[in-house]
Nanobody, 114 residues
Framework: QVQLVESGGGLVQPGGSLRLSCAAS???????MNWYRQAPGKQRDLVAT???????NYAESVKGRCTISRDDAKNTVYLQMDSLKPEDTAVYYC?????????WGQGTQVTVSS
């Protein structure tokens, strides 16, 4: 059974930073890796994407504040989040996707509050 396990969430003050990690039980080298987030009462939105050749894309709301990266040798993807805002509060989900498969983690809570 494929598992994606997120970690690194928590409570942080506005302006602070967090680094989320997603450890996969499969080889991620051929997968597009994504971070999504879902705030209470809202839909799940795409935050950042990194392709197997390390092309990246970001939602406008996080552009310039977040950096997605991957370490295929460790089957892990990261999301560095800086200058966090209260509106970044959400459950953050890791996603691994290719033409055939689509896997999700259980999510990690990020709360930005003073």
């Amino acid at each position: 059974q494929v598992q994606l396990v997120e970690s690194g969430g928590g409570l942080v003050q506005p302006g602070g930073s967090l680094r989320l990690s997603c450890a996969a039980s499969l080889s991620i080298s051929t997968y597009v890796m994504n971070w999504y987030r879902q705030a209470p009462g809202k839909q799940r939105d795409l935050v950042a994407t990194i392709t197997p050749n390390r092309a990246t894309n970001y939602a406008e709301s996080v552009k310039g504040r977040c950096t997605i990266s991957r370490d295929d040798a460790k089957n892990t993807v990261y999301l560095q989040m800086d200058s966090l805002k209260p509106e970044d509060t959400a459950v953050y989900y890791c996603n691994a996707r290719n033409l055939i498969w689509d896997y999700w983690g259980q999510g990690t809570q990020v709360t930005v509050s003073s």
